[in-house]
């Protein structure tokens, strides 16, 4: 099998997937009375749409890439995709570690300025563009999980 038929048949299994949750997620109990967005199927639902909708998205470069005939280089050939794979793993592995000591807010601030550092290319790299951005995810995220949802995040040495 090709890869372009792996593709197309990969999207249809998470989408099959991805309805088989979204229906599992709304036979979870709830409360009545309450905000929905606060009952256990919520999160669940709105994950299995998000990979709906991703899966769809693979089902159709898959169907696009039947007609292209090019060749596409492997991800890992250059030495700098290697690089941010394997530094963007680490972030990632280590972003838990972080958050307990230093706090959710403090540790997500690291993480996004690195990965938008990282990712961003050496001619678009503006410091005080991606300083605002980072505040910006960072505040919007601790506002609705913490203050609006009333999760609790690890305290840390700063925040």
């Known amino acids: ?9 990969v999207g249809i299994i998470f989408f099959a997937l991805a309805g088989f949750l979204f229906i599992m997620a709304g036979q979870m109990p709830t409360r009545d009375g309450g905000i929905a967005a606060l009952n256990t199927g919520f999160y669940p639902k709105m994950l299995s749409i998000l990979l709906g909708v991703l899966s769809i998205l693979v089902i159709i470069g898959g169907i696009r890439t039947q007609y292209e005939t090019e060749k ?4 890992w050939a250059t030495k700098s995709a290697l690089i941010m794979f394997v530094v ?3 972030l990632l592995i280590a972003y838990p570690f972080i958050m307990k000591s230093l706090g959710f807010a403090t540790a ?7 990965m938008t550092w990282m990712l961003s290319g050496k001619e678009n790299r503006k410091p005080v563009f991606m300083f605002g951005i980072t505040i910006v995810l960072t505040t919007i995220v601790y ?3 913490k203050m609006i949802l009333a999760i609790p ?3 840390g040495l700063l925040i």
Request: aromatic residues 20%; hydrophobic residues 55%; positive net charge.
């Open 88 to 90: 963007t793993f680490v």
């Open 108 to 114: 997500s601030f690291i993480f996004i300025s690195s």
């Open 72 to 75: 596409t280089q492997i991800w």
């Open 153 to 155: 995040f690890p305290q």
């Open 143 to 145: 506002i609705i999980f």
């Open 1 to 9: 099998m090709t890869k372009k038929n792996m593709d197309i048949l």
